[in-house]
């Protein structure tokens, strides 16, 4: 099974750009479909993107993100990404990733997650 963990995010101004990175640990990542969800304060965890397993021919975004989120995946070094463009304060929240056998906009469906990063943006 996967094990994984974030990194990328900070502090950034309004209009800038990050790119979080999931990385595994465990074994068979590329079985996995990977998803990024986020939560803000006092709000339900929101789903953003998810990538298929394998080749990740097939990819799917919230409306919020469309056109300036980018997700993708690199199976041999056992990782994921989420590029994220044009940040806006609302974008403000910590960012998760997740891992299970199939696409979801659901969190309920994805059983293994990552600890999560703050990005927090700056207007």
């Known amino acids: 099974q996967v094990q994984l963990a974030e990194s990328g995010g900070g502090l950034v101004q309004a209009g800038g750009s990050l790119r979080l990175s999931c990385a595994n640990s465990g074994h068979d990542f590329s079985n996995y479909v990977i998803a990024w969800f986020r939560q803000a304060p006092g709000k339900e965890r929101e789903f953003l993107a998810a990538?298929?397993?394998?080749?990740?021919?097939?990819?799917s975004y919230a409306d919020s993100v469309k056109g300036r989120f980018t997700i993708s995946r690199d199976n041999a070094n056992n990782m994921a990404y989420l590029q994220m463009n044009s940040l806006k304060p609302e974008d403000t929240a910590v960012y998760y990733c997740?891992?299970?056998?199939?696409?979801?906009?659901?969190?309920?469906?994805?059983?293994?997650w990552g600890q999560g990063t703050q990005v927090t943006v700056s207007s």
């Open positions: 990538i298929s397993s394998w080749s990740g021919s097939i990819r």
């Open positions: 997740a891992a299970d056998a199939a696409i979801s906009r659901d969190p309920i469906s994805y059983n293994f």
